[in-house]
Structures are given as C-alpha cells and as structure tokens.
C-alpha cells in the first residue's frame, strides 16, 4: 500500500495530498515525516518545501530514512501487519520483506476498537472465508516465515480457534499464538486454556500460550496445562522487561532468580530511555517514554508524585535528569511486589 513513509518516493503525489487535505478543512493541519526513502534519497528537504508550499503549519522529522527502519535490531526481525484485505495485506507483507523483515507475523488477535470496526484483528475471527483468504494471500506472497497471532473466538458461545487454527495449518503458517480470551472478553476476567490445550492437539506447527501469564510460576503452569510450545508474555513485560530472563532461568532450573536492585532497575530504565531518544528522536522519544517510565515505577515503593511531575516534561535532559535524581535521592532498598 502506497502510504506512510512509502509517499516519499513520489514528490508530486505527496504535494497533490497536502494541497487536498489543506484545502478541505479550516483547521490547521500538520505534518510527520522521515528524512527520505533511503540514504541516497533523503529529500526531506523537498518534502518540507512542499509542506510548506501547501500550508502545513508544522512538521515533525523523524532522523531516519525509511530503509533504516530496521538498522541495528536483534535478529530475527520480525514485522506485525493487520487489515481486512488480502491483496492489501499480501503487499504489506511483500513491502516488510523487502526492507528486511524476517518474519512476517499477522494479528487477528487484537481487540482494539479501532482495529476490530475496520473488521481487522480479532473481529476477522467471524469470517473463517476471509481469514483463509488472508492467510493464502500473504503466505504466497513471501519467502520468508509468516506466523497468527489468534484468540480462542469472537465470543464464548463461538469460540472457533481450533478450526482457525487448521486453517491457518493448511495455508503455510508456520507458527501460531493463541491469547486465551475471546476478542468480547477483551482484557477482562481470566484467560482460559482449554481451547489452547485443543489447538495445541488438532495443529502439529508451534503453538505459543499466552495470557495472563504474569511471572515464571505461571509461565510453567501455563506451559504444562496447554501442552503449548511456547508461552507468549505481553502486559507482564511493561515495566518489568526482565520477566524473561526471571522465565527463562525457572524452566531451566526450577529456582527463581532475584529480582533487580533498585541500581539495576535505574541502569535499565535509563538505557531504555537512551534508546527511546535515540529511535524516535527527542520530540516523541519523550512523549513515548511516559508511559514507560509509568509502567517502571509501578515497581517501586509509591512514587505518585514524583510520576506526576516526570511524566510532564518536555525535554529529554529534563526527564533523563529527573529519573537519575530519583534514583539517587530516594532509599529504595526493594521493589515492590
């Protein structure tokens, strides 16, 4: 699909959008860009030229150029994609493949509002036709692996996944995530793993668990209850993104690591902010870093005010400053469970 970043390689259509989007409306309208389509296109000069030309009243510059995308990931890279239309999704996969996505995974899992009434992710789940065209689409599309992520069905009196699941078999997916929820339970009540236990038994491609699964305990009873592969961890990990190694060394050993001194977990938050800066550069490096720095001191002794006041300002030396002092000034001697 011709859109986002991938608009950078046709100046004329760029400036036939701002000149169309400007002359609709009233308000003002602005503008996000990166510096170019690749390092030896970066015409993000021409793009601000033309912005401004068109009346855009302001315009925000991502530091990397579209082929960077991927610069400096861990391996493998992998590239989630969701929508309602094969042909669509099948050259979404085609476009990440040849910037140098690794695997190509798609989300019929998430129960977003906003994605499920463009009847993408979870809301797919209704429609098993469409679902197998989908997955028959972008599976020939690529070369390179495409996994699903799923949840058991659109509700509890149709849960589906199983059948989902075969589907997604006989197309050529390659590897399967199962959120143990419907997508009307949303978030709410506790995940069930039944119908994860039946996938597992009906598909012979990997199956990861996931939901709920809030420590290395529970990483272990999920994996035994399923028979799964895998286990899968989302929220868990916000704030806590060393819930993996913590999994990681219990299956192996069956003992729990230590959690991080409050040292490790300011050595880690800080890097992780260095890193948020260095990405998105400093306008929206520090707006992104707010919920993170919300999620990370939710393990620390109440720090409401302090939350507060981090989470409001505008500069990266400010915030960065604020946590360092933090850290510094307080007596934490543990974190909170």
Sequence with gaps: ???????????????????????AVSVPVTLKIRTGWDREHRNGVAIARLAEASG??????????????YEGEVEPRIVQIAGAEPEM??????????????????????????????AAGSALLQDEDLV?????????????????????????????????????EAAGIQALAVHGRTRADLYQGEAEYSTIRAIKAAVKIPVMANGDVTDAEKAKAVLAETGADAVMVGRAAQGRPWIFREI????????????????????????HLDNLYAFYGEF??????????????????????????????????????????????????????
């Design 132 to 168: 197998k065209r989908i997955l028959d689409a972008v599976v020939s599309a690529v070369s390179v692996p495409v996994t699903l992520k799923i949840r058991t069905g659109w509700d509890r009196e149709h849960r589906n996944g199983v059948r989902i699941a075969e589907l997604a």
């Design 284 to 337: 929206s490096g520090v707006r992104v870093a707010r919920k993170h720095i919300t999620w990370y001191l939710k393990t620390l002794p109440p720090a409401a005010a302090f939350r507060e006041r981090v989470v409001r300002v505008e500069t990266a030396r400010e915030q960065y400053t604020l946590i360092n002092r933090f850290f510094a000034d307080q007596n934490i001697t543990e974190l909170a469970a």
């Design 1 to 23: 699909k011709a859109a986002g970043s991938a608009l950078l390689q046709d100046e004329d259509l760029v400036k036939r959008i701002l000149d169309a989007v400007v002359s």
């Design 248 to 271: 990681d060394h219990f299956l192996a050993t069956g003992r729990q690591l230590p959690e991080p001194t409050p040292r490790e977990l300011a050595e880690i938050m800080l890097g």
């Design 56 to 69: 855009i009243q302001a315009l925000a510059v991502h530091g990397r150029t579209r082929a960077d995308l």
């Design 89 to 118: 999704m099948a050259e979404a996969a085609r476009c990440n493949a040849a910037e140098g996505a690794q695997i190509i995974d798609i989300n019929m899992g998430c129960p977003a509002k906003k994605v499920c009434n463009k």
